[in-house]
């Protein structure tokens, strides 16, 4: 059973940072391309920021120069340094699985960033 569990959320001041970590068990993570989404208070879930297998990197314009994805395909993780954090980043971070039938889902980590 595949199992996606995020961590490094929390509560920081505008232009903090936070590093959040994915772990990924149960699966071959090299194989699969990864992404990071959000979901704010009564808005839709949108995408952060994806990476392929081979690290190649896409983000949301809201994120560009602030955010940066990453893997360790050795401990099945992927990463999502968060810097020069706003308030309009709070929401509910969820990372996410790209595979053959469909994407697997954590369960998500809570940033709230305080103006």
């Known amino acids: 059973q595949v199992q996606l569990v995020e961590s490094g959320g929390g509560l920081v001041q505008a232009g903090g940072s936070l590093r959040l970590s994915c772990v990924v068990s149960?699966?071959?993570?090299?194989?699969?391309?990864m992404g990071w989404y959000r979901q704010a208070p009564g808005k839709q879930r949108e995408l952060v920021a994806h990476?392929?297998?081979?690290?190649?990197?896409n983000y949301a314009d809201s994120v560009k120069g602030r955010f940066t994805i990453s893997r360790d395909n050795a401990k099945n993780t992927v990463y999502l340094q968060m810097n020069s954090l706003k308030p309009e980043d709070t929401g509910i971070y969820s990372c996410?699985?790209?595979?053959?039938?469909?994407?697997?889902w954590g369960q998500g980590t809570q940033v709230t960033v305080s103006s």
């Open positions: 996410t699985l790209y595979g053959r039938t469909g994407n697997l």
């Open positions: 149960g699966s071959i993570f090299s194989i699969y391309d």
């Open positions: 990476i392929t297998t081979i690290g190649s990197t």
